[in-house]
Structures are given as structure tokens and as C-alpha cells.
């Protein structure tokens, strides 16, 4: 077997590239592994696992199995020191988010809090980009709560360019959600509704006011919410605002008329809501699905006054209903662009028109869409009138045949 592999491992890929190196580089591990399993000739397995590092071009790539699997090897020999030194060799060669990580895990379970600190600070040195790593050191530090050296790092972080911003500013929210620092909640929302105007942003912030039983700032997230979508013309977001707002609305009568405070429905709650991947740390109110404790909860149903609420969601949602828009099926050209090309000129004399870039706009064939006529529009009112009008009629046509 030792031979068969040493004849193996003589053929170098002929070409400097990762996916013709990944089958030899196994070749390697597994040689190393027989010698450490099956020949129990640790000392040769050490040798394995340094000369297929050496051969490795490093440089153009690297395999962060091998480097972990060298250093567990030195675990298993009870040769901490030497483990760590494969990991701070590999980090200084090839810092890798899998070698992070698994030197991370390795002084978790030792119990070295402070190595880890500063494990995740070469990590975000070298990956500032890398959310999963600002997020992981932050869960870190709450999971010691340390909130104050928590925040900062969220607050580092959110300054960075970041892959992944979101998975960022979720966990960020989610934090102050758990201690229950909701004004800072609120600031965050803020901010981060100046950098961007998502849908999500916008419902889960009217969420977070909902599970606070703020039920006049969560009307007001929804309302600056429509205004905004109304303005810039988006109305497939400004759709699913009005929705989300009205299913809210009648969830909160349902709640107000069993005397109850709580509870909140969205059409596909997976996609907007924050998500916490440190849920089972989280203690939340469970009993009552929100965040605030049994006791808070308590004392604003002694002070609501269920009677003025249940006749303002009721006007509310008249309101609202009467913002629905029509579905209107339409059909429109399909113009597929031709790029400039040795062909253009030919090309330009079959093309309807330009556009801007000059680029020839040909022609294609129909498209079927759906357009949304939203009553509340000043240019959509009169043709509403007329629509509701037809469909009347068509309706007492079909009532008299």
C-alpha cells in the first residue's frame, strides 16, 4: 500500500490550477491517514502532511482541509503547541475563513476567550468585507455579555464594505431586540432606512413596533412606508405594504376583541421577518409572541383602553380597503437590445428604434402583465370611476343573460 501511494503521488498535476490539484492533494491525506491509522507510524504521517505543504503552490492556491487536518493531527499527538503553530503558520500563508474557524473552535473548547479575541481580530484584519466573521465575533462577546464590546463591533462593522450588509444589520437589531434597548432598535431602523428603502426594512421595522405593542408607531412605519412606495412608483412593494398593513390591522381587531394585546401576520412571514441565529439564547416572551416581558405586557392591558382602539383599527381599516388597487391584466411589446457590433449597420435598419446608448431596439413578440390601478392616484382617480363603472355593468349583463 506505502509503495502504491508513493507511486501516486510522484505524478504532479501538469497545470498550476486548484481543480486539477484538488484529487492530488487527496492522494496526500489519504497516505497521511493510513499511516497514522491503519501503519501507526505517526512519525511518517508528520512527514506526509509537511512535504505535501511544501509542494502545494501556496502562492496561486491552498486546501484549508489539509491544513486543518494536520493540525488535529498534532491534537491527537497531545501537541498543542505545535497545533497552534500549523494554525498561525496557515494564517500568516493562506488566511482562509475554514482555518479562522476552525482554529477559533479549537480554543473555544479550550476555553481561551481571549485567543479567540484575537483570532477574530486577524480574521476581520484580513476579511474586513466578510460578514459571517463580524457576526460571529459579536456572538461571541454576547454570549459573554459583554454587550458594550458587542455593540462596537457591530458599530466597526457597519462601516465596512461589506459582502453581506444585511446578515450585519439584522444581527445588529436582533442584539438590542435582546436587551431590550428598543430606542436604539429604532435609531438602527432609521439609519438604516437612509441606506436603503426595502421592502423588508420597511415590515420589519413595522414588525418590531407591532411586537413592542406600539400600535400607533407601527400605523405610522406602514404609513411613511406607502407614502414612500406611492411616490416613487413602485407598485408591487407599495402592494405588499398595503397588504401586510391590512392583515396587520385585522389581526389587531381579532386580538382587541378577545382582550388581548399581541399578535402579527404577514403573507410569508420567513422572508421578512429579522432572523436570530442565536435563537436559543434569546428569551423573548414565548406566552405572549412578543418582546417584552410578561410583566410589561401585563401592565399595558390594565392601562388600554380596548373600547377607543377597536373603533380606530375599525376606521383604519375602512380606509385602508379603500386604497386596494384593481388588477388589470395587460400586454405589452418584447424589445430584446443589440449590442454595437460589425453588424450594427445592418443591423440598426430592421431595429423600431434607438435608445440612449444608441443600441438597436428590435421587435419581438407580446408580453402579458399585471398592472396595479391604485384608487388614492390623483391621474388614476378618474379612470377607477370609469373602470368600476364597466365592471358594474359587465356584472349585470351577466346577471341578465
Known amino acids: ?51 505535501a505543504l511544501e509542494i502545494i503552490p501556496h502562492g496561486k492556491f491552498t486546501f484549508s482541509k489539509i491544513w486543518i487536518l494536520y493540525a488535529h493531527f498534532y491534537i491527537r499527538m497531545k501537541n498543542l503547541e505545535q497545533a497552534r503553530k500549523v494554525f498561525g503558520m496557515s494564517i500568516a500563508k493562506c488566511p482562509r475563513e475554514k482555518i479562522f474557524k476552525a482554529y477559533i473552535e479549537l480554543e473555544l473548547q479550550l476555553g481561551n476567550v481571549d485567543k479567540c479575541r484575537q483570532i477574530y481580530e486577524k480574521f476581520i484584519s484580513s476579511q474586513p468585507d466578510n460578514s459571517s466573521a463580524w457576526v460571529k465575533y459579536a456572538e461571541l462577546e454576547k454570549s459573554l455579555d459583554e454587550y458594550d464590546r458587542c455593540i462596537a463591533i457591530f458599530q466597526a462593522a457597519v462601516t465596512q464594505p461589506l459582502d453581506m450588509p444585511e446578515i450585519i444589520w ?7 431586540i435582546f436587551y431590550r434597548k428598543f430606542d436604539n432598535v429604532r435609531n438602527l431602523y432609521e439609519i438604516l432606512l437612509e441606506k436603503t428603502r426595502h421592502v423588508k426594512v420597511w415590515l420589519s421595522y413595522a414588525k418590531f413596533e407591532q411586537e413592542t405593542i406600539e400600535f400607533e408607531k407601527s400605523r405610522d412605519v406602514f404609513d411613511r412606508a406607502y407614502k414612500y412606495f406611492k411616490e416613487t412608483n413602485l407598485k408591487e412593494e407599495r402592494l405588499l405594504i398595503l397588504e401586510n398593513w391590512i392583515k396587520t390591522e385585522e389581526n389587531n381587531l381579532v386580538n382587541f376583541l378577545n382582550g388581548n394585546l399581541v399578535g402579527f401576520a404577514y ?25 417584552l416581558n410578561e410583566e410589561a405586557i401585563e401592565e399595558k392591558i390594565k392601562n388600554f383602553d380596548f373600547d377607543y382602539n377597536i373603533n380606530k383599527t375599525q376606521d383604519v381599516l375602512k380606509i385602508l380597503m379603500q386604497k386596494r ?32 446608448d444608441g443600441q438597436a431596439i428590435v421587435e419581438e ?8 390601478i391604485f384608487p388614492d392616484d390623483e391621474e388614476n382617480k378618474k379612470n377607477f370611476k370609469i373602470l368600476s363603472y364597466a365592471l358594474k355593468w359587465h356584472q349585470e349583463a351577466i346577471g341578465k343573460s
Open 325 to 356: 388597487p384593481e388588477k388589470i391584466k395587460k400586454r405589452r411589446k418584447i424589445l430584446p437590445i443589440i449590442n454595437k457590433g460589425d453588424d450594427f449597420e445592418n443591423e440598426i435598419k430592421l431595429a423600431d428604434e434607438k435608445n440612449l
Open 267 to 291: 403573507e410569508n412571514e420567513d422572508e421578512i421577518e429579522i432572523e436570530d441565529e442565536t435563537n436559543e439564547n434569546n428569551e423573548l416572551n414565548k406566552k405572549y409572541n412578543s418582546v
Open 170 to 176: 439584522k444581527a445588529y437589531i436582533n442584539v438590542e
Open 365 to 372: 413578440g407580446w408580453e402579458e402583465y399585471y398592472e396595479y
Open 1 to 51: 500500500m506505502r509503495e502504491a501511494y508513493e507511486k501516486a503521488i510522484t505524478n504532479l498535476p501538469p497545470i498550476i490550477e486548484k481543480k486539477y490539484w484538488r484529487r492530488y492533494v487527496f492522494l496526500w491525506i489519504n497516505y497521511a491517514v493510513y499511516e497514522e491509522y491503519n501503519a501507526k507510524d505517526f512519525d511518517r504521517a508528520r512527514e506526509i502532511y509537511k512535504k
